[in-house]
């Protein structure tokens, strides 16, 4: 054995043997599994997620941690895939990680929760919005986002109160996420007095749009609402462009993230986005802000804050119940409220925030967005 | 809907040959490896998506040193993305299929599967999985028709998009009808025991089909990332499947069939979104697959007797 290996190996037995230490460490610590997409075309907002999660595990354990044991973060994989959500639900169960912040995705957030309301695991989503997640009757979901229907009639009341269109078209990517929304926007631009003259869905991961573009440029559509992710609505602003269709758009919290910009470049100068308020303009948060940037990351993200309020919950939880057990403290958050970056925040008996406020905001082409007043 | 409009049916007719150009030059791979050697090539959509990431990794390199003129960057990113992926095709091929030549038919299907999903996660790895984007290299285009009217809008980059898929389908037909080698393809798709009698190198013919159809996949993803300007390692999966449905369509082992074929599938979808609802553009792919497979079950232009999996 030559001199090069022989250190190698011993280098890898010490790393080893530190590994090992890390182990025996960690068995004093209260896990929580960051369950989102750290891979996948909406990973962006699993960063969001995973940084804002991440924030507070650190900043609460630089506190002394929980009635003394540290938090420790275990990071899911679910790349926003139904199926993808059950196998790292089924992880998590097997872990006996007993608190879950996540997850992401609407469609992957639905089948995973059943789960931990089957095997007592506290869930909380910092970012599913679609209603049904919490029309389940379970008692471990919680989510510390808003919904759909509190979404679609803010994109909806807009759209007829202040924009008006004579010619409206509604489009949607026929997921759980995008079609909930659109629906909700159809229910209340109709209940203002305004009919759209196409409802449709396009397909997740299509990259051609221009017949629909064509049609609806024909048919003298003046607004349209898209339900969905940035991916594609970034190619319909794209392609919209290019056929010189100048309608405007609006959409979800789900196409608001720099990627759009990157996508359609100049054509998402314009883009109305509803998004939770800007929790980083709060100047109750300019300590957490500035240790974000500290770390060169940006808090402005809409799951940023939810994700750290929902880590802070379950460990400000732990500390009030003075217990561990995950369904007693599921009863704690029900019942009490906890001063999080997102506000003070109380529960209904669902899960829902009792009060959560969506903004309008004009997106620009270098990824900026600014408040609609 | 208000009324039919002669402009919308034009422009539709320009989106779906867009469209079908690219279908088509996806659809030589599947149907030039099963003229061959009477097997599907599964990992073939994701040497198209390779040659989209080539194509679009050379035109940011091209960018950034500031070279702009659209046809050396076409001409380079072609060149490029063919010889990286032309090598992946016969990598596939010597790795996946010439160890199995002689086994049941099954087993190649297989490997190639496996080379299919062992490629994705790959580029996955190596790439990242998310969305890599670039901004269009060429833009404007040509506007008809009445002024503040509907106008129809033909853009240089669907123009280029029909040029470089004609010029190449143009190409691959004279090589296969005037070159030695092209003889030597047609002879093999005849009869492959016959021609390696007389003397033809059956091996290398097959080697020459898979690079030439994932030269031609490259040359799809090259023109794809101009112009959608999207790429991720999944995209692979579903134009591979219309891409196969297009040369089902046209008559699998034919190779004006795939063209055809293309061109069809293209229309399909753009009609569909167009004059019933863009939810149905996929139904309506696959339903005419259906509906003329039960009436020429060899496809629009392919041979009877050629035997199908």
Not at chain 1, 64 to 77: H, P
Not at chain 2, 101 to 118: K, M, N
Request: with cysteine; proline share 4%; hydrophobic share 45%.
């Amino acid at each position: 054995m030559n001199t090069f290996s022989r250190s190698a190996l011993s280098a890898a037995v010490g790393a080893v043997i530190l590994s090992l230490g890390g182990l025996a460490q960690a068995q004093g610590t209260l896990k929580i599994a960051i369950a989102g997409p750290t891979t996948g075309p909406v990973a962006q907002y699993g960063d969001m997620q995973m940084m804002g999660a991440k924030m507070a595990v650190e900043q609460i354990n630089a506190k002394g941690g929980v009635n003394g044991k540290k938090l420790e973060a275990v990071i899911m994989d679910d790349a926003c895939e139904p199926k993808q959500a059950v196998a790292v639900a089924n992880q998590i169960v097997n872990q006996k990680i007993k608190y879950v912040v996540g997850h992401l995705c609407s469609g992957s957030t639905q089948p995973a929760s059943k789960l931990y309301e089957d095997e007592g695991i506290l869930m909380i989503t910092p970012a599913a919005t679609n209603p049904a997640i919490t029309q389940q009757g379970y008692k471990m979901v919680f989510r510390t986002i808003g919904t759909d229907d509190q979404q679609g009639p803010t994109a909806g009341k807009y759209i007829a109160g202040t924009i008006k269109p004579k010619k409206l078209a509604i489009l949607h990517d026929k997921q759980q996420y995008g079609e909930g929304i659109a629906k909700e926007v159809r229910k209340t631009v109709e209940a203002g007095g305004i009919k759209p003259v196409l409802f449709e869905g396009v397909n997740k991961g299509q990259t051609d749009f221009s017949a629909l573009i064509t049609k609806m440029k024909k048919e003298g559509v003046e607004f349209i609402y898209y339900g969905g992710y940035h991916p594609e609505l970034g190619l319909l602003l794209r392609q919209s462009k290019e056929q010189g269709f100048d309608a405007k758009y609006m959409g979800p919290e789900g196409v608001g993230n720099k990627d759009i910009s990157a996508i359609a470049g100049p054509a998402s100068e314009g883009l109305l986005v509803t998004l939770p308020a800007d929790f980083s303009a709060d100047p109750a948060n300019a300590d957490l802000v500035a240790a974000f940037k500290a770390k060169n990351q940006d808090p402005t993200g809409p799951f940023v804050m939810p994700a750290y309020a929902g880590v802070q919950i379950i460990a400000d939880a732990i500390k009030g119940a003075k217990t561990e057990d995950a369904v007693k403290l599921a009863d704690y958050i029900r019942k009490n409220s906890f001063d999080t970056p997102i506000g003070k925040v109380a529960f209904k008996e669902n899960g829902d925030l009792k009060e959560f406020e969506f903004v309008i905001f004009t997106w620009h082409a270098d990824a900026t967005k600014t408040p609609v007043k | 809907m208000s009324g039919f409009s002669l402009l919308e049916f034009i422009q539709q007719i320009i989106n779906g040959l867009t469209l079908g150009s690219i279908y088509a030059l996806i659809a030589i791979g599947y149907t030039m490896v099963y003229g061959i050697i009477g097997m599907i090539n599964f990992a073939h959509g994701e040497i198209y998506m390779i040659g989209a990431y080539v194509g679009l990794l050379v035109i940011t390199a091209l960018g950034l040193f500031g070279v702009d003129s659209i046809s050396a960057i076409l001409l380079a990113t072609l060149a490029l993305s063919i010889l990286v992926t032309g090598s992946y095709g016969w990598t596939v091929e010597r790795l996946a299929y010439r160890p199995l030549r002689g086994s049941p038919r099954l087993v190649p299907l297989i490997s190639a599967i496996g080379v299919s999903i062992f490629l994705q996660n790959y580029v996955q790895l190596g790439q990242g999985a998310r969305d890599v984007s670039m901004q269009p290299v060429l833009t404007g285009g040509w506007r008809f028709g009445p002024e503040g009217d509907f106008q129809v809008y033909l853009s240089y980059m669907q123009v280029l998009i029909a040029v470089v898929t004609v010029a190449f389908m143009t190409g691959l037909t004279l090589f296969i009808g005037r070159s030695r080698m092209g003889r030597a393809c047609r002879a093999c798709s005849e009869d492959r025991a016959m021609a390696n009698l007389l003397g033809i190198d059956t091996d290398r013919v097959i080697a020459v089909t898979f690079v030439l159809g994932a030269a031609l996949a490259a040359v799809a993803g090259v023109l794809v990332s101009m112009y959608y300007g999207l790429v991720n390692p999944f995209i692979g999966f579903m134009a591979g499947l219309k891409a196969f449905t297009a040369a089902v369509l046209g008559g699998i082992g034919s190779i004006p069939g795939a063209m055809l074929g293309g061109v069809v599938l293209g229309l399909a979808e753009s009609f569909a979104s167009a004059y019933l609802q863009t939810e149905y553009k996929d139904v309506v792919a696959f339903g005419l697959l259906i509906g003329v497979l039960l009436v020429r079950p060899t496809g629009l232009l392919g041979r009877p007797d050629v035997e199908k999996v």
